[in-house]
Nanobody, 122 residues
């Protein structure tokens, strides 16, 4: 049973950077779909970035600013957030799935972390 635990959230100034981490306990491999989602205040949860077999996908509004990556040795998923904007304020969740698809869609993911809060102050 895979378990996920996020860390690294907090307060950032607009234009600054944050790095979120997701510790993965359990067995995964390159075919596993890993992703980051977020839930802004008053809105529904949305996909931010996904990674499988080295292929990444990003939400349009974070493309070029956020980077999803893994460290296999540490069994950790990361989300590097650069040039953050007030609109990036949200609870961020890491997620894992083993379905045929690996999209910015909650239905492709079956295991979720508890979330870490990111607040961007302008």
């Amino acid at each position: 049973q895979v378990q996920l635990e996020e860390s690294g959230g907090g307060l950032a100034q607009a234009g600054g950077s944050l790095t979120l981490s997701c510790a993965i306990s359990g067995e995964i491999d390159r075919t596993t779909c890993l992703g980051w989602f977020r839930k802004p205040p008053g809105k529904t949860r949305e996909g931010v970035a996904t990674l499988r077999r080295g292929e990444t996908h990003y939400k349009d509004s974070v493309q070029g600013r956020f980077t999803i990556s893994t460290d296999s040795a540490k069994n950790t998923l990361y989300l590097q957030m650069d040039r953050v904007q007030r609109e990036d304020t949200a609870m961020y969740y890491c997620a894992m799935g083993r379905a045929n698809y690996c999209r910015l869609d909650e239905r492709d993911f079956t295991v979720w972390g508890q979330g870490t809060q990111v607040t961007v102050d302008s």
